[in-house]
């Protein structure tokens, strides 16, 4: 059930290949699902990423993110469908699968009374890294990291960004052909997650890795190569970030006027523009709106209170694909909440 | 395979590294039986003097707390498993390459080994309370905790590879470890109480291990038997049947793995 939504902008002479070899998609889904009880999680949900690429999930909480990334990790098995990673299937291969990639969760996962070292020492043994590479693999993560000072501080000291950058040197010590993260960054303040992103693409650079990666954050998916837009457990576009904004037909133009309801008439018959109205202000798109609006300004036979200009946001997208805005917090508080109060034992018991 | 072997020392070798870590956990479990010791001792040593010749109380007694605090601390060993679901570190291991039964007997084997460490220290300080040690008792004891901590680590990992929280695995098993302990030969002979006591005792594992224990400890104090007699303080008689400390054992060995086996069953449901 995907919907292409940018069919025409398919040819873009732009578009690079993001293969970087040519032995097929190292991640391939096919009709993907996975309900729980009578809630259907992911539904349907097929796609392909190339080796080398950047390649995100972009939806709101909820939206059947984590499920995917569960269910492609081995950790959750499909309801129907299937799906491939680095080659091997994740029901047949779980094995295999397990070894050729790294993967970091949403919520930590280190053992917080132990050591960086300790934890990464406990990952290379697990993964049987060789004893000669594994120290040396271990100093250059964390080094590149910025972690190598405090190496042998307990992960309990260490700040939430420290430790999720440790979770990515984690990830990646037994040189996985794939790394997953989920939600990289989430709760992280913009310094930090700036400084995550840098790490990442540039391991990516250094490694020639895959990543595939969730999130909410539309900045962060602007990072992407390309992104599948999901909502509700279906993907309802895959493509490059800027293609996906340009199919929106340009930049996007709000005018606040004493009378909404005529201004979208007038536009309409005007320039055969069709937009939107939201809190008294009328929206729409147009190729060159720096051009457009002083033209428009000139000849609008009605009061313009207010106008401006923006260039589309994966938002704005994702509010065209799906009608309801990706920023809908209802959804993020619910799972804040979910987590705060699923894990009161814990943080008593930590401190 | 070799994810099986891997799993067993990676997973152990990371029990013993969080135990060397908290410093608490080691005083707790050397204190529990050191109080036991000093109350019970102290306390009812006057009272009840010799229970056979040569046999007092404390002298009685002393093998049965080492039995029991091996055991309580096996049995919570499970709760390392409830620990690392709530701090998100049991993901890290069940997405690793490792098998789930390598996962399950390194567990098992960390506290086995933490065990052992514990009996040792008891035993170390056993002449301070007038328990005579022998390096031959050492050495038998040592692979008899290691038969009786396995097996019970796999009673505590079976429950918590099914518990999500370590406040019901800790109500769960306190609920069974009090009667497993109190009725399990530790303060008074099983031979020698009321029928329904007896019938239970003799129903409860951890009799065997206790007795086991309490032969290797006895075993200059009390003349050896003919096979098949009966004695008031050792060996559990089981339908008229005297069992041997090789029979305790191998009980206590089956019963183990019987709950290893499902204890990796459990774990392999959560894939």
Redesign the interface.
Known sequence: MTKEVVDEQRNDPMREKSARGSGGPVIAATRLARNFGRTKAVKDVSFAVEEGEVFGFLGPNGAGKTTTISML?????PSAGQASVAGHDVVGGR?EV??SIG?V?Q????????TAT?NLR??A????VPRRTRDKRIRELLTLMELWDRRNSSVREYSGGMKRRLEIA?GLLHHPHILFLDEPTLGLDPQTRHRIWKYVLDLRRREGLTIFLTTHYMDEAENCDRIAIIDQGEIVAVDRPDVLKNSLGGDLVTLRTENSAAALEEISNRYGLTGSVEDDTVAFSVPRADEFLPELLRTFPLRVLAAGVRRPTLDDVFLALTGHSIRDDRANNNERLRRYLG?P??RM??H | MSGTFRGIWVIAYRELLRFVRERTRIASSLLMPIIFMVVFSEGLKRQIGSLAVGVDFVKFMYPGIVAMSVSINAIFSGLSVVWDREIGFLKEVLVSPLSRSGVVLGKALGAAVIALFQSLVMLAIAPLFGVPVTLEIVLKLIPIVFVLSLSLAGFGLLIGSRMRSQQSFQLLVQMVVFPLTFLAGVFFPVNNVPRWMEIVSKLNPLTYGVDAIRRIFLAGEVPRLPLGSSHPIIGVIVFGHTTTTLEDVALVGALGAVLLIGAIFSFNRQV
């Open positions: 990790c081995t950790l959750l098995k094995p397990r070894r993967l969760f919520d930590p996962t280190l053992d917080e009374y132990l300790q406990f990952h043994y697990a993964y049987g984690r894990t034992g814990m018991q930590i």
